[in-house]
């Protein structure tokens, strides 16, 4: 029995290779979809680090307030001027 074999004219890929090439153009759009997201997160974490950062730098700058208030207060205070006073005379 002679075997029947697929005909294939000059500048026609076959059908099979079609679906490779749909499968390779699919992978592309897909890596390039991701690709687009990745800079946008790293910006999102880089402003997710520089809250954190500046959350930290907050509390310092409010306990240094807190610091000089009370020195303020003190250095105002009656006894803290006449004894600054006595002491400059």
Do not use: C
Not at 12 to 22: L, M, S, T, V
């Amino acid at each position: 029995m002679a075997q029947r074999g697929r005909v294939r004219r000059a500048g026609r890929p076959e059908p099979g290779r079609w679906d490779r090439i749909g499968r390779i153009a699919l992978v592309l759009v897909l890596f390039g979809w991701m690709v687009s997201y990745l800079n946008p997160l790293v910006n999102l974490l880089d402003a997710w680090q520089g809250s954190k950062a500046s959350q930290q730098e907050l509390v310092a700058l409010k306990q240094d307030h807190a610091q000089l208030t009370g020195e303020l207060r003190d250095a105002s205070s009656p006894a803290t001027l006449e004894r600054e006073a006595r002491r400059w005379a």
